[in-house]
């Protein structure tokens, strides 16, 4: 038998239609998690993604019927695989803002899997996926003009571009084959070597495209001369160096970092994990390496993926804003408490900043923040997460841009910007409505072991 009653079929009913069935006869609200779902997912235990998955689908969630539209299409629902209730199902979640399935939908459409065959409709997928930032968005419009399809082949490169520019290592590849071709492009094997390291520095860069990278960067670096592919080498520098904080050779830099899913992401600064040869998280006063996975350097984000996932994670607060005048704290580890392992929870309210104040985020705060601070969770009254933490009120830079008026203040990348980031990577979190209100003494308890300090050892 399946939850709260239900057996796991439906007479000789299996699968996507059961499901659409015993949703419409769900009892009520069960507890689930997504990121259980997933983990499920990924280890192949069928029955226990359907488990975690019912729930969530009846309330509506767009990550979930994103996940039930992969079960569809694999056969893994306890049916075979049904490529027109995957594409129903994508629908759902893509209609949520879940850009996962705004490409999954845009590929089923471009093949003609489960729906009729429109390029039309697949190129507007992946057109709405490409303007939430999807790298892959992107790509795939570049590579359907590589096949002739929406529009000329000449307008491909400058689509792959764009996904170069975004992230992605698969557009890296596809046009440094071109430039060592000469294909649509002149040839060029200099470019075509460029864009293998470029495209081999990207976090996503693994498995198969991690493989033709590499060849295409042997390939054209044995049409080089050796002082150019040289040159070319030395030019490759490390994403945004100019936000890199400037330490003593050797000297580890500190600042905090706190777990958002159960998978083991975790959020920083860009300008903390930026330049690392190492990142150690400290958790439960033992090092988990952290691998670095998605950079924003505009908004000064950094996700983070650990070693071994806690089994906790922060809950972020409904909706995007957080309107002036809300009551916050910043936690983190300043100065020596990175090495003393304890956590430093300051108070304040959020602030709207004047027009033509501070670099357009308009988001500050009146908790104090100092340096180590960065990269913290901002948290409203209940604990849940309502930004991150990115200045300190009397920095340096924050000096030079806004003058000496803002010493009370600190500043923070704001909800909405974090959850699009969080998005983009398709990264699982969970949200809530905040509730009674927690002193810091209870939110220090709540926060044990998902704000953590982090440790960087800078690249030589």
């Not at 910043?330 to 392992?341: D, I, M």
């Not at 309210?349 to 969770?377: C, F, M």
């Amino acid at each position: 038998m399946g939850v709260a009653g239900f057996p796991f079929r439906l007479g000789k009913m299996a699968g996507c239609a059961a499901l659409a069935l015993l949703l419409a006869l769900w009892p009520g609200t069960v507890r689930a998690d997504f990121d259980d779902a997933l983990k499920a997912y990924e280890r192949g235990d069928d029955a226990a993604v359907l488990r975690e998955l019912r729930p969530l689908l009846a309330a509506g969630s767009p990550s979930a019927a994103w996940l039930m539209g992969r079960m569809c299409a694999a056969g893994r629902s306890g049916g075979p695989a049904d490529a027109a209730a995957a594409a129903r199902w994508y629908r759902k979640a893509a209609a949520g803002g879940n850009v996962a399935a705004m490409l999954s939908l845009g590929e089923l459409y471009w093949r003609g899997q489960g729906v009729p065959q429109n390029d039309g409709q697949a190129g507007d997928w992946f057109k709405k996926a490409a303007a939430k930032g999807a790298a892959q968005g992107w790509y795939l419009l570049g590579l359907m003009r590589l096949d002739g399809r929406l529009g000329p082949v000449s307008d491909a490169p400058g689509l792959l571009r764009r996904a170069v520019a975004a992230g992605s290592p698969e557009a890296a590849v596809t046009l440094g084959e071109l430039f060592l071709e000469g294909r649509i492009l002149p040839r060029d094997p200099g470019e075509a070597y460029r864009l293998a390291l470029a495209g081999a520095a990207m976090p996503a860069a693994q498995g198969t495209v991690q493989h033709r990278l590499a060849a295409l960067a042997l390939a054209a670096e044995k049409e080089l001369p050796a002082a150019t592919a040289q040159a070319i080498r030395a030019k490759k520098q490390p994403q945004e160096p100019s936000k890199a904080v400037k330490t003593p050779a050797g000297q580890l830099r500190t600042g905090t970092g706190f777990v958002v899913s159960r998978l083991g992401h975790m959020l920083t600064n860009a300008h903390v994990a930026n330049g690392c040869a190492r990142i150690d998280a400290i958790i439960d006063g033992r090092p988990v390496a952290a691998t670095p996975v998605r950079f924003d350097p505009g908004n000064d984000l950094a996700l983070l993926k650990l070693a071994v996932a806690p089994p906790r994670a922060l809950t972020f607060r409904e909706g995007s804003i957080v309107a002036p005048g809300t009551a916050v704290f910043a936690a983190g580890y300043p100065g020596e408490r990175a090495r003393t392992g304890q956590l430093r929870i300051t108070s304040g309210r959020t602030r709207e900043l004047a027009a033509g104040a501070g670099d357009g985020k308009g988001v500050a705060v009146s908790a104090e923040v100092l340096p180590g601070n960065s990269g913290g969770p901002l948290l409203d009254g209940s604990g849940r997460v309502a930004g991150v933490v990115r200045a300190r009120r009397d920095s340096d830079a924050v000096r030079e841009r806004m003058g000496g008026g803002v010493a009370d203040m600190g500043f923070v990348v704001p909800l909405a910007e974090v959850k699009a980031f969080l998005s983009r990577g398709q990264t699982p979190i969970a949200t809530a409505p905040s509730g009674r209100t927690l002193d810091e003494a209870a939110l220090a308890r709540e926060l044990s072991g998902m704000v953590v300090p982090l440790f960087c050892q800078p690249a030589r």
